[in-house]
């Protein structure tokens, strides 16, 4: 029941982009990239990326964790704990660098390029 | 008297690193403002006690609840059943943050109901662990209503000016714990003017020296903080967060950690990251968790600290 109430609004959304500006937007829209949160390390420390894209950290430890960007340039997550996640849609071409705000140690880095071709919808 | 006594010059500057996971714990003593290693538990307890006893009790973690501890709350509780079958009634506790392990309110009510069971006056300071509600006001409004910025105060008990220090919120990407301008002004005021005699015991979550950056196991600007302490004959820095003891004389200033009272980490380097130590056998647990038990001597001007285990 929920499975299938989920699965037709994925598939709306793909519809949906799809009919408004190509399939080639609908990727770009839809361009995700995984950080894990193991052993108190962002990996990859650096992700490179099209505006657009989105972003998202999973703790995999057994501490929680939170990301805070640098001059507050993105939104704070909420504290994660283990297998927790956090999305966020960079849409801002730029250097965004971020910790943890538990263990700041911690720290990583987002690089957004501007997206190019029939991907520069935003 | 332990042949440790007749050692000034050798321990006046030596570092002490002491791993007591499996010992009984270990006794070191401030004497005219020289703090040294006594001996262990045993050589502690065979000394009469005089002046004022108080508790650390750190890194509760309630919450918790992966391995190697499914029960952080039960070993609380074991931990507080210790104190109260204590021979000597400590004079009060102190808590050296990470009461709760992610700042719910349930979390803290859970750690309240466990503590207030050893009847004693409580001098909490926070951890990072209990400043994660999103509003970071849960702590404040339970444990730092009298105290100033984030939780930070003093107050003085036989003879002895305690400081608790604030050293885990506005922390800076790549950075160490953090005091701040605010509070290490306030702590430059707070000593003025008192007497050189006067001993100090500050105590903090993150250790105020460094244990090791590469972990977060420091304090930014704990050295600012400490010189306005230089003139005091007895400085003792007590600390939580590393979940270890680990000691380190350096002049007149006693630095010591206690354990968690809900899992152990790893020593500095001694694993890939300074989460918890997983496989630890069920029936070692509560060797490496416990609480520590200071006393201050009057007219001795010592100040010893036993560590003592859950187990062991």
Redesign the interface.
Known sequence: MMRSAVAAAMLGAVIGTGLAGGIIVARAQNATTAISID???FTPATVTIKAGTTVTWSNK????H?I?A?GNAFAKS??L??DDSYSFTFTTPGTY???C???????GKIVVEAATGENTTR | MSEFDRDDGINRRKVLECMTWVGTGVLWTVSGGVPRSLGIMGEAQAQEVKGLTFLQISDSHVGFH??PNADALGTLQECVTKVNALPIKPAFMIHTGDIS???LEAQFDDADRIISQTRLDVHYVPG??DF?D?DQKFYRERYGKAAKGAGWYSFDANGVHFIGLVNVVD??????GNLGTEQLEWLEADVKGRSASTPIVVFAHIPLWTVY????WGTEDGAQALSYLKRFGSVTVLNGHIHQVMQKVEGNVAFHTARSTAFPQPAPGAA?????I?DVPADKLRTMLGIANVTFKQNEQRLAIIDTPLAG
């Not at chain 1, 430890?61 to 929680?64: E, L, R, S």
């Not at chain 1, 705000?101 to 720290?107: E, I, L, N, Q």
């Not at chain 2, 922390?171 to 160490?176: C, Q, V």
């Open positions: 052993n108190f390390t430890d057994d501490i929680p939170g805070a640098t909420k504290t704990d283990t660098q971020y910790f705000y538990v263990h700041p140690h911690m720290t | 992966l391995p392990h992610l700042s990072e662990h994660l999103p922390l800076k990407a790549g950075g160490l950056p590469e972990w977060g890939p990251s300074p989460g918890p997983k």
